[in-house]
């Protein structure tokens, strides 16, 4: 069957050379956005209840740019100045840029990764004598906790956003050829929003070992899986199929 409308199960990008437009355009296929999960803010109360003083830390390890957003906003709830010699590390070049909507780059003292977590281990070794603080959501990688361990720093894990599922009630009644999931929460939003969801002729994309363990869980049919040698992005996966499903188009 040929595929004329896809929903990506995330915000519309905001960069107008997206893959996403571009394949659009190419296949002439209809690409909508919507995000079946959402992240919420923690209170700063609490944080407090998970026993966090700000004051007692050295340095903070932001993973994403919800870290980032997440710690800044708990940070001016609880009244705390952000001390000028308070040690940054970055998960990646992107969070590092980040950072500068709330500090400036040049007078802090950041450390970036290369891309993976793993990779700041060196960095966070060198700084072993400090006192890591790691603003994270409800559902944090496995691999962070357990490369801290590793280490054996002096590092504490808070909550301080959440990953929520989206009402999706409005789509009740719309039918897309493809639904592309990026997490297992994703799937879960799905099934929670339309519990007698049925597959049928729907194609369903997913990203990632996990996004597709809890798909086949739910029953699903995997159709169109990323990454792979050949198509390392759900872009690249997406084409490919198109390229198949819509031959003599």
Same mark, same amino acid.
């Given at each position: 069957?040929?595929v ?62 919800n ?35 709330y500090?400036v ?7 970036v ?13 060198k ?9 994270? #959501?409800?559902?944090? %990688? @496995?691999d962070?906790? !357990?490369?801290? /361990? ?8 808070? $909550?301080?956003?959440?990953t929520v ?23 879960? #939003?799905?099934?929670? %929003? @339309?519990?007698?969801f !049925?597959?049928? /002729? ?8 996990? $996004? ?38």
């Open positions: 069957m040929k004329k409308t896809i929903l990506v199960s995330q915000p519309e990008p905001k960069v107008e050379n997206s893959p996403y437009f571009e394949l659009q355009q190419k296949h002439k296929v209809k690409i909508d956005f919507r995000p079946f999960i959402h992240v919420e803010g923690v209170s700063a109360k609490d944080v407090r209840a998970q026993k966090i003083d700000l004051n007692n830390y050295t340095a903070i390890i932001l993973t994403s740019k870290s980032v957003d997440h710690f800044f906003r708990v940070a001016e709830e609880m009244r705390y100045k952000v001390p000028e010699d308070l040690k940054y590390f970055c998960q990646s070049e992107a969070i590092a840029f980040y950072l500068q909507k500090v780059y040049r007078k802090r003292k950041i450390y990764g290369q891309k993976d977590f793993v990779d700041l281990s060196p960095l966070i070794k700084y072993k004598e400090e006192k890591f603080l790691l603003p994270a #959501s409800d559902q944090l %990688n @496995f962070v906790p !357990q490369t801290l /361990n590793n280490l054996k720093v002096d590092w504490t894990q808070a $909550t301080f956003y959440k599922m989206s009402d999706l009630s409005d789509l009740a009644d719309v039918y897309y050829d493809v639904l592309a999931f990026f997490s297992p929460t994703g799937i879960k #939003s799905l099934f929670k %929003n @339309f519990p007698d !049925q597959q049928n /002729n729907t194609r369903i994309a997913v990203f990632g070992s996990t $996004t597709q363990k809890e798909a086949l869980e739910h029953g699903l049919r995997i159709d169109i899986l990323a990454p792979t040698p050949e198509t390392p992005s759900m872009t690249m996966a997406l084409e490919r199929y198109i390229n198949d499903a819509n031959k003599g188009k």
